[in-house]
């Protein structure tokens, strides 16, 4: 069931970045990690691909107007 | 020649283009000039060429840096929104069910309110069963609310002997696909007074001496009556439609997490109109993707076109905190780091009261704080600042 809903077609992709991705992607953005959009620790999906706090999750969303989108978000408590 | 879907599009070959441009396009946009140029067969000059006027063209549509985005996107939404006031239409979007849309809904949305009106709910299935409408009918039973009345062929209440006596219709039973010794536990477990003989059931109220006890009576036979048999809760009415060559059941009311639980319910396109229920259950990014598809077809659905880019702004900042927020006092106008900001939007005396008791500074880096002490605002040509770097100055410190 837990995994069930990440095929659901509301939910884009998750993953979770490791420490060097995550530097690299501050860096090509320019920005502090707490300017990023930020998920819960308890939210459905981030306890289904076990993310913890502190972690930045990279979201490869479905876009209407760009086909593809990739966007970040960080896991607060 | 036209390009069908699922033709080879040389997609590559344009990438290649657009990286030795030294463009950025996204995706969609490099698919699109592959198609056209599959379309009219290209050379490759010709493709380098094209390439080059689209990132031309490209770098004129995007948004400028320091553009009121908000603003624009918040003039988009609310222009047509006050054509839908005069077509205050308000009729079923479903068969029978009655789904509350035009204005209402999309303020319903945007408050990001907790109880919605007209909560629904989309349930498709599996592909093994959503041509099998036996089955599909089982499961509508299963979570549509059915209660003891439904299935009952006669009932009377006996002021004489001070009982209730009701017979269960077998017929009923099969026709909503029941299971009759699973309805005789349900009434075992919530009446403690019954005595059954097969499908004879007669009740007792459980305090009979009171003098109160013809009230009793009356109100122990309307529990009966509205006792739940079937169904899950918050889900009431269920209607069963085909849709092309599969079956789907529409409710009223809503309960993603239960029913995406049962067997060969699809998991994948079963969907809700609660957005609070998607962000509890599917996550944030769900809810995100829902505030748009739910603003988008509300305005559609009135005939209203919006760039999807403004609902896309209004969604983002809903959802940027982790949890679905709402427009205005309650939620993002709300929190506003500066104190006029607040003030100028609503309650103005309770912002100004509480800032002072607390010494709050407000750092005039906003649109509006700026304009009420009278300076130049942050905003296009006004959003750049000078700063001087001291090294650079004739190479002195």
């Not at chain 2, 080879?8 to 995706?27: G, I, L, M, Q, T």
């Not at chain 2, 500066?338 to 709050?360: D, M, P």
């Amino acid at each position: 069931m837990k995994k069930d809903i990440l095929k659901h077609k509301l939910v884009p992709d998750h993953t979770i970045l490791s420490k060097t991705e995550a530097k690299k992607v501050l860096k090509e953005l320019n920005i502090h990690q707490e300017q990023l959009p930020k998920i819960k620790v308890d939210d459905p999906v981030a306890k289904a691909i076990g993310a913890k706090t502190g972690d930045i999750l990279k979201i490869t969303r479905k876009s209407q107007t760009a086909g593809r989108f990739v966007t970040y978000r960080l896991v607060i408590n | 020649m036209k390009v069908e879907p699922g033709d080879f599009v040389d997609v590559e070959r344009v990438e290649k283009v657009v990286k030795k441009k030294r463009a950025k396009f996204p995706e969609k946009l490099i698919y699109e000039i592959a198609e056209a140029a599959e379309r009219r067969d290209l050379s490759d000059d010709e493709l380098d060429e094209l390439v080059k006027e689209i990132k031309k063209a490209y770098q004129r549509a995007k948004v400028e840096q320091g553009e009121a985005v908000g603003t624009v996107a918040a003039q988009s939404v609310g222009e047509p929104g006050t054509q839908m006031t005069m077509r205050t239409f308000h009729y079923a979007g479903v068969a029978e069910l009655n789904v509350t849309l035009g204005l209402p809904r999309l303020i319903e949305i945007v408050d990001a309110r907790k109880k919605i009106s007209t909560p629904t709910m989309a349930i498709y299935f599996e592909e093994d069963y959503g041509a099998d409408e036996e089955f599909v009918r089982t499961i509508a039973n299963r979570i549509g609310k059915i209660i003891l009345s439904d299935v009952l062929a006669d009932f009377s209440v006996n002021y004489a002997s001070m009982s209730i006596t009701v017979e269960i219709d077998e017929d009923k039973i099969k026709d909503k696909r029941l299971d009759h010794d699973e309805i005789i536990g349900k009434i075992e477990k919530a009446f403690k007074k019954v005595e059954i003989d097969k499908n004879v059931l007669s009740f007792e109220p459980t305090i009979s001496e009171s003098k109160h006890a013809i009230r009793e009576l009356r109100l122990l036979a309307d529990k009966v009556r509205d006792l739940q048999i079937s169904g899950v809760k918050n889900i009431g009415k269920v209607v069963i439609r085909k849709e092309g060559t599969e079956w789907a059941i529409h409710t009223e009311g809503s309960n993603l997490g239960a029913v995406l639980k049962m067997e060969g319910v699809d998991k994948v396109r079963t969907t809700t109109n609660d957005i609070h229920e998607v962000e509890k259950v599917l996550g944030i990014e769900a809810a995100r993707n829902s505030i748009i598809h739910e603003a988008q077809s509300t305005m559609e659905e009135q005939g209203l076109t919006v760039d999807v880019r403004h609902i896309m702004l209004v969604a983002d900042m809903m959802t940027s905190d982790g949890i679905v927020k709402s427009i205005g006092r309650h939620g993002i106008s709300g929190e506003k780091a500066s104190v006029l900001a607040r003030a100028s939007f609503e309650e103005t005396g309770k912002h100004l009261l509480r800032a002072s008791i607390r010494g709050e500074i407000d750092h005039l880096t906003g649109i509006i704080e700026n304009i009420i002490v009278g300076q130049p605002i942050p905003l296009g040509t006004g959003s750049v600042g000078v700063v001087m770097k001291d090294k650079k100055i004739g190479g002195r410190k």
